[in-house]
T-cell receptor
Framework: NAGVMQNPRHLVRRRGQEARLRCSPMKGHSHVYWYRQLPEEGLKFMVYLQKENIIDESGMPKERFSAEFPKEGPSILRIQQVVRGDSAAYFC???????????FGSGTRLTVV | TQLLEQSPQFLSIQEGENLTVYCNSSSVFSSLQWYRQEPGEGPVLLVTVVTGGEVKKLKRLTFQFGDARKDSSLHITAAQPGDTGLYLCAGFTGGGNKLTFGTGTQLKVEL
């Protein structure tokens, strides 16, 4: 049973380009969460999704960032017109329900040059 | 204002020493979790504490949940280099919808 799969592991984008980060949750997990982490810092919540629904996006910047979790396929975190400040590690986690521990992926390290 | 404050922020010790990491908040949590994160990887869940005053042991790691469920501690006995990593406490907020993480404690255990 594969864990949470994120790809790509590393992504380099020039300023102004789009970044697409993918996350396949663990089998049987219908809850997906995205977090952002800067070097030597804790994780900052971005968004919580269930299939086809955004449940809580209180941590998402209002502009340029969007997330989806379609009925079929992985969850996608999309960053449009990236800026240098978007450089960070982005982690996806999944869980079978709320109020239980999360399983995290290995992250996508985004570098904006 | 950070909901969960961890101390110390950095800790560098020698193999065999004992250490304690603290996680404090002014809020009450229904449960607290501890994760360890190694460089280049995602956090891995170590334990969940639910009941005020609860103590859980995981080999050389001892986790305690405060009586008022506002704080927690992680104690490591006879630390080993393999314990090196970022330790994060986390609690559910937003009606249980999301896990909020603490500020983190970066531990380095040297030979």
């Amino acid at each position: 049973n594969a864990g949470v799969m994120q790809n790509p592991r590393h992504l380099v984008r020039r300023r102004g380009q789009e970044a697409r980060l993918r996350c396949s949750p663990m089998k049987g997990h219908s809850h997906v969460y995205w977090y952002r982490q800067l070097p030597e810092e804790g994780l900052k919540f971005m968004v919580y999704l269930q299939k086809e629904n955004i449940i809580d996006e209180s941590g998402m910047p209002k502009e340029r960032f969007s997330a989806e979790f379609p009925k079929e396929g992985p969850s996608i975190l999309r960053i449009q017109q990236v800026v240098r400040g978007d450089s960070a590690a982005y982690f996806c986690a999944s869980s079978p329900s709320t109020d239980v521990g999360y399983t995290f992926g290995s992250g996508t390290r985004l570098t904006v040059v | 204002t950070q909901l969960l404050e961890q101390s110390p922020q950095f800790l560098s010790i020698q193999e065999g020493e004992n250490l304690t990491v603290y996680c404090n908040s002014s809020s009450v949590f229904s449960s607290l979790q501890w994760y360890r994160q190694e460089p280049g990887e995602g956090p891995v869940l170590l334990v969940t504490v639910v009941t005020g005053g609860e103590v859980k042991k995981l080999k050389r790691l001892t986790f305690q949940f405060g009586d008022a469920r506002k704080d927690s501690s992680l104690h490591i006995t006879a630390a080993q280099p393999g314990d090196t990593g970022l330790y994060l406490c986390a609690g559910f907020t937003g009606g249980g919808n999301k896990l909020t993480f603490g500020t983190g404690t970066q531990l380095k255990v040297e030979l």
